[in-house]
T-cell receptor, first 120, second 114 residues
């Protein structure tokens, strides 16, 4: 079974600065997908960014980018030019890519989350 | 296009009662799953489905049943509610993983068992 670890229960950053949220995972699989989800106080789960394990290039979405280190099993999220609207819980998640090949299980495995506070 | 719709948004049950949490999606997604979110625990997978008629257990399946008779609907049934099932429940759906789409989530159901 896979596990996802977010070692920072809470992070705080000044508005307009850059912050990096950490995520590590453990898996014996070589093909998988990784995601960062944002959960604001409304509790809606919002997909921020995704990464395919077989792609070397780090994903970027506007102010959000990841640092994917496959050998180290690390998947950190960098938020540039932090805005007040970025304040939320952030969850790292793992999805196996093997079910379609007849093995593995589907669904997402989540970390416990990081609460991001933006200081005005 | 409504996305993933969960009903009800809030529910209070008495211990021992049964109920069904409804989940429907209108995106023709093959994959659907249910999660529970407890404070400090993140989201944990209860059950998932990879198509109509196919379901499987996740990390925390005890006390819950699912079925998938249509592509659109994936209800979660609590057989005999217990206080330990007090939680926020999320339903989610996705295209085939080959297209690398993440799961789209519903807005959640807050369930309290007294």
């Amino acid at each position: 079974a896979q596990t996802v670890t977010q070692s920072q229960p809470e992070m705080s950053v000044q508005e307009a600065e850059t912050v990096t949220l950490s995520c590590t995972y453990d898996t014996s699989e070589s093909d998988y997908y990784l995601f960062w989800y944002k959960q604001p106080p409304s509790r809606q789960m919002i997909l921020v960014i995704r990464q395919e394990a077989y792609k070397q290039q780090n994903a970027t979405e506007n102010r959000f980018s990841v640092n994917f280190q496959k050998a180290a099993k690390s998947f950190s999220l960098k938020i540039s030019d932090s805005q007040l609207g970025d304040a939320a819980m952030y969850f790292c998640a793992y999805r196996s890519a093997y079910y379609e090949a007849g093995g593995g299980a589907d669904g997402l495995t989540f970390g416990k989350g990081t609460h991001l506070i933006i200081q005005p | 296009n409504a996305g993933v719709t969960q009903t009800p948004k809030f529910q209070v049950l008495k211990t021992g009662q049964s109920m069904t949490l409804q989940c429907a999606q209108d995106m023709n997604h093959e994959y659907m799953s249910w999660y529970r979110q407890d404070p400090g625990m993140g989201l944990r997978l209860i059950h998932y489905s990879v198509g109509a008629g196919i379901t499987d257990q996740g990390e925390v399946p005890n006390g819950y049943n699912v079925s998938r008779s249509t592509t659109e609907d994936f209800p979660l049934r609590l057989l005999s509610a217990a206080p330990s099932q007090t939680s926020v429940y999320f339903c989610a759906s996705s295209y085939s993983r080959g297209t690398n789409y993440g799961y789209t989530f519903g807005s959640g159901t807050r369930l309290t068992v007294v």
